[in-house]
């Protein structure tokens, strides 16, 4: 069963609408990337999956739950992780630690506090005291000592150090991932990411642009780089964009059969920033 | 119930500088003064309503009649004590309240401001579970801090009586003691603030829903927003219902210690006044305003579901 299904989610703010009839599926063991620009729609689908915004239409179930009716249920087996500092600064670290295990069941303080040992946070700390990048180790410890399905994660390296950032994603692949769990992720910083997504779901202006498995990016995409006279040619093959670059003219594919392109030029895979940039450029 | 452990530990850490520590630091300036007092005047006023009889809740009037070798009867012993111990816990009160109204104030709005409630909202505990937490801390967790610097003052004054008033007269440490009242004052305030916690209900609530609504000013909202509505009710119908209402509500008519029971009104010589706290439950006051309050904590619960961060 997929943890997340949802279908034409839709969710307007008066003339605006967030949401245009959204599509969204996170099977069980993937890491699904939701990548977009600001304002493309991707915190409002988050919060919806969360129990956090009110839909106007769509069909939505998190771990077979409705989200808005049942948030609290979801909430035992949902974890999440908003950009920086969302952790109560006026709590210290132990407290906030005693309110998890008294509020969730299946937090396991000791596991927080031994993951908290190998970081700079000491438990009579004040999160206020606490650096940006201690505050998202915290969370992360928090979050992994909660037995999860679906661990929810939006801008969560926002502002942080490369070298956090790096460890970051590590810990949640070492120390969260596996068979039965699911990431969901949100970005701006797609290179960061790109390599350990399974997913890809593109949304702009509130709709889906496009929906596929990482592995499958090289068989659908192609970026082949050519010289003036290979872009003649290649222009009957309908390239989905067209870029002049130093080293020649760069164009991008979808669903081209590959040898005929390599005639052309210099075949390449293009990487998510391109494709997104490639696809929206229909749709600006 | 683990759940609401957790989330009623959790607000009185958060609030205990304002719920714990104000009553604290009243109870040291009220140590202050009267040790300046003494120490300048040699006595101290607490109380400086008259009673029938003209005399001051103070330690001056009884030093005065001690002194003047008319040992007073043990009905108007308690009287002067019960207005000294009136006069402090009125002060209390008083601090209580204000603490109380910025606290409910702050409650739904200020983790909405620092976006910690996209934290609070990722635990498991629902909204009405959260919002009501809140009302039980104010209705009756802060009040045990409160109550209990009181009892302090009682304590520290009557102490400092002991010193002071026998031997300058005919009043024994005896006669101060066993007329202190202490025992009754525990027991008034304890149910007095039980009590208070439902009477309250609607203006606790009120306060909670506009925590819970309001994007910005939450003060302006909470307190201009009745008055204009009691405002028109005035120029359009001609009554004061609103204002009456939140007259009645906002006093703390539930607290024996705070309504001045006199001793002509108990024959018996000292008056609980708990009978009076526990009549509330036969007014149709009390009822209204549960249901009125049931009814705004209904609406803060969903508007909580609705809003997060500003």
């Known amino acids: 069963m997929s943890l997340v299904q949802a279908r034409g989610l839709t969710k307007r703010y008066g003339d605006v609408t967030a949401l245009d009839a959204f599509d969204l599926t996170v099977e069980p063991g993937r890491i699904v990337g939701l990548i977009g620009p600001n304002g493309s729609g991707k915190t409002t689908a988050l919060k919806s999956i969360l129990g956090l915004a009110h839909l106007d239409a769509g069909d939505l179930s998190v771990l077979g739950l409705r989200p808005e009716k049942k948030r609290r249920d979801l909430m035992r087996r949902t974890a999440y992780i908003a950009d920086t500092g969302i952790l109560p600064r006026w709590m210290r670290v132990a407290h906030l630690l005693d309110f998890m295990a008294d509020v969730n069941p299946s937090f396991d303080r000791a596991s927080a506090v031994a993951a908290l040992e190998k970081t700079e946070v000491r438990l009579d700390k004040k999160i206020l005291t606490l650096s940006k990048g201690m505050n998202v180790q915290l969370h992360l410890a928090l979050v992994l000592a909660i037995d999860t399905e679906l661990l929810v994660l939006d801008e969560p390296t926002l502002g942080l150090d490369i070298l956090y950032r790096q460890q970051f994603y590590d810990s949640v692949l070492n120390d969260y991932f596996e068979e039965k769990r699911s990431i969901l992720v949100t970005t701006h910083e797609v290179r960061e990411i790109e390599h350990i997504l399974t997913d890809v779901t593109f949304i702009h202006h509130g709709r889906n642009i496009l929906d596929l498995a990482t592995d499958q990016l090289a068989v659908e995409f192609a970026k082949v780089t050519t010289s003036e006279s290979g872009a003649q040619a290649l222009r009957a093959l309908a390239p989905l964009s067209e870029r002049h670059t130093l080293h020649g003219t760069e164009m991008l594919f979808r669903g081209a059969d590959q040898d005929d392109l390599a005639r052309h030029g210099e075949v390449a895979t293009p990487n998510l920033p391109e494709i997104f940039v490639a696809l929206v450029g229909d749709h600006l | 119930m683990n759940v609401w ?306």
């Open chain 2, 5 to 310: 452990k957790g989330l009623l530990t959790r607000e009185w850490l958060e609030h205990k500088g304002a719920l714990g520590w104000g009553p604290v630091i009243t109870f040291g300036v009220i140590v202050v003064f009267v040790m300046i007092s003494l120490a300048i005047a040699g006595t101290v006023e607490i109380n400086l309503d008259l009673d029938d009889e003209g005399h001051r809740g103070s330690i001056t009037a009884l030093i005065d009649e001690s002194l003047s070798e008319e040992i007073p009867t043990e009905a108007a012993l308690a009287n002067r004590l019960d207005k000294i111990r009136h006069g402090v816990a009125e002060i209390f009160l008083f601090v209580f309240f204000i603490i109380a109204f910025f606290t409910l104030l702050g409650m739904l709005f200020d983790d909405r401001k620092d976006r910690s409630v996209l934290f609070w909202k990722s635990v498991p505990a629902s909204d009405a579970e959260t919002v009501l937490s809140k009302y039980v801390t104010i209705a009756w967790i802060g009040p045990v801090a409160t109550i209990a610097m009181i009892m302090a003052t009682y304590v520290f004054l009557f102490v400092v009586m002991t010193f002071l008033v026998p031997g300058r007269g005919a009043l024994t440490v005896g006669n101060l003691w066993s007329n202190s009242g202490l025992v009754v004052g525990l027991v008034e305030l304890i149910a007095g603030f039980a009590v208070h916690g439902l009477w309250a209900l609607p203006i606790y609530a009120w306060l909670l829903l506009v925590s819970s609504a309001v994007t910005r000013a939450p003060f302006a909202w909470a307190v201009f927003m009745p008055i204009v509505i009691g405002m028109l009710e005035r120029i359009t119908f001609g009554t004061g219902v609103l204002f009456k209402g939140i007259g009645n509500h906002l006093s703390l008519k539930a607290i024996p210690t705070a309504i001045q029971v006199s001793v002509d009104e108990a024959p018996s010589g000292r008056a609980t006044g708990l009978g009076d706290t526990f009549a509330l439950f036969a007014t149709s006051d009390m009822w209204i305003g549960i249901v009125i309050g049931a009814a705004f904590l209904y609406g803060a619960i969903y508007l909580r579901t609705r809003n997060n961060e500003i």
